[in-house]
């Protein structure tokens, strides 16, 4: 039978990503992007089953086995941290693990654009960092938050399901909660925590109605709430907060998001061909009176033009992100073009050398 620590301790030493186990097959781990296939026996039932029992206990086991998910954190010896999901597929327990560094990055190696520090002297307001699952959401915002740690002393509290980074008390003092351990949801957190007198405060996810209403208020009562959403540009992220209200509160969210709302970061990762790795490229939104304007009075699809006409403020789209890490060497040509939302517009700017086309780049 696989012991859950060693198929870690090994997945680390070959440095990947994520780890994947189903039952009929060994472990896979993601490297750089591909999937590889462990030098691992296959998963039986029992082996999965003994997995997930090892790292819960016995208390937690009985509650995946009735909700048939669940979320969690663990460790190994070496200190390497993983976010966890256990699930059932085909009447089979199957686990997928993320690996957590155990180093917050400096924000200028995920480079990101400079705007992205810049909105860690916000004194209030609501920032959001979006992306599909594994786009680096997680990663941005403990760099960001670790930037406000050095510089402020400031009160920081977050709700997170599970805990991935853990932050030390710098010159701020912070407060982490983990979902079904510290507090039993993001709403019941997001509830208490306004009288906890934090400054600062960050939302893991907004989920549902209940959290999305609540973590817009706190950044209504004049704190800095950062926040994630499984959304791939600004103008839908705008639009899936909209829609999650009934159709009667919509008007009255409009004018609450339009109040509130500071930035949009949205994020995808891309494989790096200089060297290992993957770099983020990122489409930036910034809440002018024009962007605002946009969202009370409901012409969200105004936003993308906004964002394309406005670069001197910081602002920019998905593909000016694309075509910049191109010239910089990060990126594979054929995966800048496939990736980016005209492909076509994009074969034509990108020089085969390395370059983009000077006129592609002039607003």
């Known amino acids: 039978m696989i012991d859950v620590k060693v198929m870690l301790n090994k997945s680390i030493e070959h440095g990947a990503s994520d780890i994947h186990v189903n039952v009929g097959m060994p472990p896979i781990m993601r490297i750089n992007t591909e999937l590889i296939l462990m030098d691992m026996p296959v998963i039986d039932d029992k082996a999965a089953k003994q997995m997930v029992l090892d790292m819960v206990g016995e208390e937690k086991f009985g509650k995946f086995q009735d909700n048939k998910d669940i979320d969690f954190s663990t460790m190994i010896e070496d200190g390497s941290r993983f976010r966890v999901n256990a699930h059932y597929q085909r009447d089979t327990i199957a686990i997928s693990f993320r690996v957590i560094s155990s180093e917050i990055p400096d924000i200028d190696d995920l480079h990101l654009p400079d705007i992205v520090r810049e909105l860690t002297d916000l004194p209030r307001g609501l920032v959001l960092v979006t992306g599909h699952t594994g786009s680096g959401k997680s990663t941005s915002l403990a760099a960001m938050i670790n930037v406000i740690n050095q510089k402020y002393r400031k009160r920081i509290i977050t709700l997170e399901d ?24 993001f709403a019941s957190g997001l509830k208490h925590v306004l ?24 950044a209504e009562t004049g704190h800095l709430v950062f926040s994630t959403l499984h959304t791939v540009n600004a103008s839908q992220t705008v639009e899936r907060i909209i829609d999650i209200y009934p159709a009667n509160q919509q008007n009255q969210i409009r004018a609450m998001l339009a109040n509130t709302l500071q930035a949009v970061i949205s994020q995808t990762l891309f494989k790096r061909v200089d060297e290992p790795g993957m770099v983020p490229c990122t489409e930036i939104l910034l809440c002018t009176s024009a ?52 492909p076509a517009k994009m074969d034509k700017i990108l020089a085969p050398d390395g370059r983009v086309m000077a006129s592609a780049v002039e607003e």
């Open 162 to 185: 599970p805990i991935e980074y853990l932050l030390e008390n710098k010159s701020s003092m912070i407060e982490q909660r983990e979902i079904g351990a510290d507090c039993t949801d």
């Open 195 to 218: 009288r906890q007198d934090p400054d600062i405060i960050l939302v893991g996810e907004m989920r549902d109605l209940e959290t999305t209403s609540s973590t817009i208020t706190a």
């Open 291 to 342: 962007v605002r304007n946009c969202i009370r009075e409901n012409r969200v699809y105004e936003i993308p033009n906004i964002i394309e006409t406005s670069r001197r403020m910081g602002m920019q789209t998905m593909d000016h992100s694309i075509a910049e890490n191109y010239t910089k060497g990060f990126l594979d040509r054929e995966e800048a073009v496939m990736r980016s939302s005209n």
